[in-house]
């Protein structure tokens, strides 16, 4: 249960701090600000919970772990119902504080996603799903590049951050930048109706994107990939005879 733990404590505290960057420190800090707050929190979230969990906190990157093979069905399974929960907690607890702020516009925004007239550029609703594809494929392709078995160790979490702070910036005038189901949904819950009808793209190219991403990185590191699920099936069986 430690990593199930892991995955829901890592994803609360991704949206509490990342999307509460965006939500009540936006103006000031800007999406740059935006986007180290989303590579520095997953920076440190990964030398605190890679270990233990890997550090997923996004059901696209255990998707993309799930089609490389190096975890199982029950353990993908698990981790999203963990991600998903942790996300929506997170999402309340910033989403109270928000209401505490006088002025401060919830209803329609609160650091969710967006296409058309939700975007900082009007992007439409192709250029969107694309975009988020592109853009969870980077995320997933370094984090599968650069982790041992399904653990983050060293320096891995290194440009697993760089990484996630890039595609925000590339991402914030786009759709608000998801890659993450788990971090769009939640906002969207408290966000309501203007959020919730766009949601979908969000939950689907980030999966897509993750897919993607295991399957080209089992193209271009054949042998890595191969060992590495070795010893991911190998650590999943000693983790159910543990449990047995």
Known sequence: ??????????????????????????????????????????????????????????????????????????RAVEYWVAQFAGAIVGAALLFLIAKQVPGLKTHGAFGTNGYGTRSAVGINIFGAFVAEVILTFLLVFVVLAVTHRIAVVGFDGLPIGLALAVIHLIGIPLTGTSVNPARSLAPALFAGSPALTQLWLFIVAPLIGGALAAVVHQVTHPALSALKSARAAAVEAEAAADET
Not at 44 to 57: E, R
Not at 66 to 74: D, E, F, K, P
């Open 1 to 74: 249960m430690r990593t199930v733990i892991c995955e829901f404590l890592g994803t609360l505290l991704l949206v509490f701090f990342a999307v509460g960057a965006a939500v009540l420190s936006g103006e000031y800090i800007g999406a740059l600000g935006i986007a180290l707050a989303f590579g520095f929190v997953l920076l440190a979230l990964a030398y605190a919970l890679g270990p233990i969990s890997g550090c997923h906190i996004n059901p696209a990157v255990t998707l993309g772990m799930l089609v490389a093979r190096r975890i199982s069905v029950r």
